[in-house]
């Protein structure tokens, strides 16, 4: 029974823990400064318009920490395109910049557009934009009039969180477990 308790423990632990997981990209701990790394935080950052700096400049206010990433001056949107190696949630980033410009995210997934954020115009105070979809996505673009005007800071993204089954899911599941627990008590007795 003690087996059949810690196993039941360790597997609600390991659904909970896999849930919990975002992972922030804070600019702050990959050197001086200079180009983001091709497979920075384990995306594809190799369109190749992303830098990043902590020299103090205002209205580029960093969120966290002192370093924040910028797309390169007149560079496409396309350019601006993060990928994720394998589909993954994206909650969003804090920005910063001059208000001469208005941003969104497209986000991809196979290549189809399928969700665009809100749009945001920067400022001096460090802005959180948020994606607005919860679904999978493998490309997230950001979108500006221009692509020198703002900086980004705690780039948030996760796993592909499950669905989460409805009560009587875990009623009938909580009833199978009852009845091998039992089974196995009553095994035991003989």
Same mark, same amino acid.
Do not use: C, K
């Given at each position: 029974?003690? /087996?059949?308790? %810690?196993?039941?423990?360790?597997? *609600?632990?390991?659904?909970? @823990? ?36 902590? @020299? ?14 910028? *797309? ?54 460090? @802005? ?8 999978? =996505?493998?490309? =997230? ?19 592909? @969180?499950? *669905?989460?089954?409805?009560? %009587? ?16 008590? /009553? /095994?035991?007795?003989?």
């Amino acid at each position: 029974m003690n /087996r059949f308790v %810690r196993w039941t423990s360790a597997g *609600a632990l390991a659904l909970l @823990t896999s849930l919990a997981s975002a992972q922030v990209l804070t600019f702050d701990d990959i050197g001086p400064g200079g180009t983001v790394p091709v497979n920075y935080g384990g995306l594809d950052w190799s369109g190749g318009a992303w830098n990043y700096f902590a @020299t103090p400049q205002p209205p580029y206010t960093p969120h966290s920490g002192t370093f924040r990433a910028f *797309a390169e001056f007149g560079a496409p949107d396309a350019a601006a395109a993060i990928r994720f190696p394998t589909p993954a949630t994206f909650q969003g980033a804090w920005f910063s910049g001059y208000d001469l410009i208005d941003l969104h995210f497209e986000l991809f997934l196979g290549g189809a557009l399928v969700s665009t954020s809100a749009s945001l115009t920067p400022s001096d105070v460090p @802005t959180f934009l948020s994606s607005g979809y919860a679904g999978p =996505v493998d490309t =997230v673009v950001v979108t500006a009039g221009g692509q020198n005007f703002f900086t980004m800071d705690d780039f948030t993204f996760g796993a592909v @969180t499950p *669905a989460i089954p409805e009560p %009587r899911t875990y009623a009938l599941m909580g009833l199978g477990l009852a009845i091998i627990g039992l089974f196995l008590f /009553r /095994r035991r007795g003989d």
